[in-house]
Structures are given as C-alpha cells and as structure tokens.
C-alpha cells in the first residue's frame, strides 16, 4: 500500500480517536512542555463519565484538561515523571497524583523489564505532517517521544502543520503510527497577542503576561497564556524566571565566577532555569573557543553562541561539529529559526543524550546546573523546598553530572542563589530537612557557585567542605552557619 493511502485509512476525527481508549487501560502522553498533544487530551477527559480507572503516565504535564483536579480519581489515575511543572505541583503536593522520581535513562530502562514494566496501552504524541516519503518528524522537542512509539502496543499521532524539523533521530514513519488525529493550533503573533489577552485581570496582570508572552515561539503563547492566567502575579514572575524570561540579579555574579571554570574545547551541559539559564547573558562564556555543546536541553544564547561560531563542536570527541540536544527548549525564536533544518544541530532521545556513558564520552565535559540548597557536606537537592514539598523531578541532572565527573577532564558546577524567600532563607543548611530530596549525593559534590563565590568540594573533608560552602554563603547566615559547622565536624 503507498504510504499515502496508508495515512488515509489510519485518519480518524478526534472523537473516533478517543473513543479506543477503554476503561482500565494505560495511557502515555509523551512530549514535554512545549508541543504535548491538545485536542486527543480533551476529546478523552470530556468521556471521562464513561471511563474508570484510566491511567494517564505524563512526562510534564503543561496544559491539562482537568484530570489533575479533585474530583476525577474514580476516572482518571495520574501519575507523572520527569517534570512536576507549577501545573501538576499541586496534585503532587495533595497527594491525588502520582510522582515518579526516574531520571530519563531510568524511566527508559524501566520498560525494558519484562514482567516489572506495566505496559502503555496507547501512546498519544505530536508530529508533523507526513513528508514526500511518508516520515513524520517529531520536531524540535523530541525528549522521549520515539521511545513510547517503539514500546507502546498502539499509538496514536496528532498531527501538527507547525512542527518544524530538525536533524538527528527524530523521525517515525507512517507505517509505524496506527491512527491518525489532524489538529494544527493557532499561532500568536505580535498583532494578535493584545486580542487574546483582552479578557484578562487585572491590568497589570495582563500587562506582565503580554510581555513574557511576546518573547516566547508564536505557537507555544495560546500553551503559556492558560498556564499564565491560572496563576496569581508573584507565580507568574517566578515561572517567568524560571523559563528564562527575566534574570534575577544574583546571575551577573555568579556568571563571572563560572567563567573562571571553563576552558577553550569544553563541552557544556546547562540546565535549563535559575540562575543557569542567564549565564550566556552575563559574560559566562566570553573569552571561551571552540566549545561544543551536549544537553537534554539549553537556554537562551546558546544558539545564538551556535551560529556564532563560538560552540563549533570542533574538537568533540563525540560527533564532532554537532550541538547535540534532546530538545530545543530554551531557546528564543529566532535561535530556534536557526536551528531548526541545520545540519549542525541534531536532536536525539533524552535518555541517550543524558545517560552517564555517553555524557562522559564527550572529553572535558563541563555540567553546569541549578541547586535548590546544599547542606555543609555536599549533598545537593534540586527538587524539594521545605523539606518534602515537591518542586521538580530530578531529569537529566544526576547521570550528566556524573557523566560529566566520568569524562577525561570534565567538571560538574552547581549554580546557586545563596538564599530564597526575598532573602529570608539560606539556600546553604548545616543540614536537610527530613524530606528533603538529595538529587547529587555528596561524593559527587564538585563545585558549588553562588554569588559570592565557588566552593571546591571534590576530595575535600567534612569540615573543608563545611568551611568551603559558608565562604560562599549569604553574610547574613554565615556566623549561623559556622556556629553549627562545629558542632557537626569539630570535636
């Protein structure tokens, strides 16, 4: 059969689609949070008085149907991986929702197992329409996308006209899909932005998300817009911070201090958030040559430092004069414009790109990454606040930080604001809370960076590391926190 004629019979309207999804079975809505699909998600919720006991396996959820709200658990069972996102936080927190803590090579390693693997009934994803040879490409925001597809029993394809394509191992063939949704979202522009956002108060709320809007991918604002307008004021900064939208003033500082840790031909990994995805923007990587670049994911200026010239990839040890990625989130519009179709830039699964063999194959292989909080021996949490609350999942953090330890001349750095709550608390504790997730045990404490310096921990001892940590810690808590250094380390 030509392919052809093969994605015509698999076409379904949403409605048919949804109706094959059946009580009890598992449903997997791959993607991350930047191109999930949207109307298979609503045509399965608006049944759900027909449905019971449907699993949903999330990886981030973003924009959601109603699922995580109180009310549908004899209908729906969530359970989410990867990224808790300010939209699933709390579902999380009440515990009507399900965390599971993997990193992305665990979660892959998981469905390996035969008889411990529960498996996914119905993998629903996005991709783009079908080119001359009938391959569909997975876009720019792959992560774990072609995995689900290869291990789920069906699948089914909303597909997306505004999908661009990109170079690597991000394309499925039609044979490969066994049905069909058409769905492609409005896009935003500029023009329109005021028009969508009329509704919405107060003024000055509508005026803050007007503004984190327009520096966002036209197709990605009707996504953020929702999420934005559930949120009060303070939470639309802090999430605006945390996608890379608005520097908090501790960045400058802490950019110069990492400066000092590269070198010319490292290989950055950085995290996407805060303070680590303002570096570029604050001299980070000035005076650095020939860089290369390997990542689950990036943050504004790195494809600007791409079409530069300053990441070349030169001299890589693995695929050299390729930025490799999982996705291109981060990124400005006009970095990904450039990015997108360019042979210089490939995007690969989240759990090769971010396993530990692979990060350490890259030579001088430099993670830089965010912390929550660390307490005086190094150990280091990214994904709790207040002891248990959750925050994040642990994603690519741990293996690229051992990766990076395991590469012949490789660094891990973990960046930092000293404190948090406008400066009430210390992000650097003699010791964690109960609760408190360690995403980096400690003897895989390298360099701990915040504004007012770097820490050195590697091969250091208890009261080094101690002694270390509150040099760098806020002046305010430092007297505090040497007090309780000697209790802990000092006879």
Known sequence: MDWKDEYKSKLLSVEEAARLIQSGQRVMIAGGS????????????????????VSIYHLCPIREPGWLDAGHE??????????VSPIGRPSVTERRTGFIPNAWDCTVKEMERPGEHRPVDWDIVTVSTPNKHGFCCFGPFLWLKKEYVKTSKKVIAEVDGNIRWVYGDTTVHVSEIDHFVEH?????TDEELPRALKDIEPEEKRNKIETYTKQLLPNLRPTVIEVFKMLDIASI?????????????????????????????????I?????SAYLHRFGAFEGKKDLGYHAEMTARGIGTMIREGRINGKYKTLLPGKSVFSALDGMSPEELDYCCENPRVEVHSTNWVSSIPVVASNDNMVAIQNGVSVDLTGQINAESIFGGLPLNGPGGQPPSHIGALCSKG????????????????????????????VTVPRPYADYIVSEYGIARLMGKTLRERAEAL????????????????RRLFWP
């Open 74 to 83: 004899e209908h729906f069972k969530v359970d989410i991986t990867g990224y």
């Open 184 to 188: 492609t979202p409005v896009i935003l």
């Open 237 to 269: 900064d802090s999430l605006a911070e945390t996608i890379g939208l608005v520097a908090p003033p501790e960045a400058e500082p802490i950019a110069r201090y990492v400066n000092t840790l590269l070198r010319d031909r490292d290989t950055l990994q």
């Open 34 to 53: 930047t191109d999930q699909p949207k109307v298979l998600k609503e045509a399965l919720f608006a049944r759900r008085n027909e449905l019971h006991d």
């Open 410 to 437: 490789g660094r891990a750095i973990t960046v930092m604001r000293s404190t948090a709550v406008q400066g009430t608390v210390s992000c650097i504790v003699p010791q964690f809370e109960p609760g408190t997730v």
């Open 470 to 485: 509150i040099a760098v810690a806020h002046p305010d808590f430092s007297e505090e926190l040497a007090k309780e250094a």
């Open 271 to 275: 995290g996407q958030g805060s303070p």
